[in-house]
């Protein structure tokens, strides 16, 4: 997630455990614990525009990793921070608080962290939470500054219980939202190879259904409410290398990119109308396919030269009134 969201989680896991005399200490070593695992965005290349998504939420994010990620910010901090306060013991167990947090809240987003690094690269993503939801963090946000003012652990663990209540409630409307997925598709007639419900930006109301079949990936929105509503989506070609790329050799760099690209993408990958490879799971609008993120290849490059990675983040206003609209109900 976001890394207020992310630190102000690790806050509350750090004060919930403090003393009422350490309880803002504690909260701001937790907050900057909870932040550390996402200083794997600094891995990256020049050459190699794929290599930030292979590292980012890797080992950093991983469980085995908890132990060591947080001794190591514990020796940066205990000097700066807790010294005359508290015992190093201390502080690496409000380290190992606040680390821990991290990749198990990114999990619960729809981007992919590989908590069982270095057993698995599988990419766990529980599809439960946007990746920014005002509605999860600013009461934390909120309980953690009043509980380091009034020196109270009891506000952090509100707020560790507010965290897990909406997270819980989000498991509750993916699962309506996959249900009613399932109930689209067939009445479409398809006969369905996996389909996935993912929260969109900031709630738990508005779902995109991604769904694929034989041949196509089917996008739609749904809403989420006391009643629940339908927006119809539209379809696009899974990739087919043979197809769509007869030139290209698979033992080329660009052939591999496309695989680390696949791995990424947990195998959502289409062929858009301009020949590039898009992600179909992300979109503002959650009935559209948009993609955020795409790889473009070239015909003439050099068997070791790697694709284009291309991203679209500009927002429109006839897209944001599109999604508010759906937002609302309207």
């Known amino acids: 997630m976001d890394p207020l969201s992310q630190g102000v989680l690790g806050a509350s896991a750090a004060q919930s455990a403090s003393r009422r005399r350490n309880a803002g200490r504690a909260g701001l070593i937790g907050m900057l614990a909870g ?5 794997d965005v600094f891995i990256r290349s020049a050459e190699d525009p794929l290599l930030a998504l292979e590292f980012h939420r890797q080992f950093t994010h991983a469980l085995a990793f908890i132990p060591l990620g947080a001794l190591l910010v514990a020796l940066l901090l205990h000097p700066i921070l807790a010294r005359r306060a508290f015992g190093f013991g201390t502080t690496y167990l409000f380290c190992l608080l606040g680390y821990s947090t991290h990749g198990l809240l990114d999990a ?7 908590l069982l690094w270095p057993f698995s690269t599988m990419r766990v993503a529980w599809n439960n939470v946007s990746v920014i939801d005002p509605l999860f963090t600013l009461p934390i946000l909120l309980l953690v500054l009043v509980s380091s003012w009034r020196k109270s652990p009891t506000l952090a663990r509100c707020a560790l219980v507010w965290a897990v209540a909406y997270l819980l409630l989000g498991v509750v409307q993916r699962d309506r939202a996959a249900t009613l997925g399932h109930d689209i598709a067939a009445a ?6 996996r389909l996935e419900a993912k ?12 769904y694929e ?33 007869p030139w290209l050799h698979p033992a080329s760099q660009q052939g591999k990119d496309i695989e680390r690209f696949r791995w990424f993408s947990n195998h959502y990958l289409a062929i858009a109308k301009d020949h590039s490879i898009i992600d179909v799971r992300y979109s503002l609008v959650p009935n559209e396919i948009d993609a955020l993120w795409r790889i473009v290849l070239n015909p003439s490059a050099a068997f070791d030269e790697h694709v284009q990675y291309m991203t679209r983040r500009t927002v429109t206003d006839a897209k944001w009134q599109a999604f508010r609209r759906m937002l609302l109900g309207n």
């Open 199 to 210: 929260p969109t930006f900031g709630n738990l109301v508005v779902w995109k259904i991604v």
């Open 188 to 193: 479409r007639g398809h006969d369905i190879v």
């Open 35 to 39: 932040m550390a695992p996402d200083a």
């Open 213 to 245: 079949t034989e041949d196509k990936f089917f996008v739609d929105a749904v809403r989420m409410g006391i009643k629940s509503r339908h927006y119809e989506g539209s379809s696009i070609d899974k990739l087919n290398i043979a197809r769509d790329f």
């Open 108 to 114: 619960c987003t729809t981007y992919g962290t590989q």
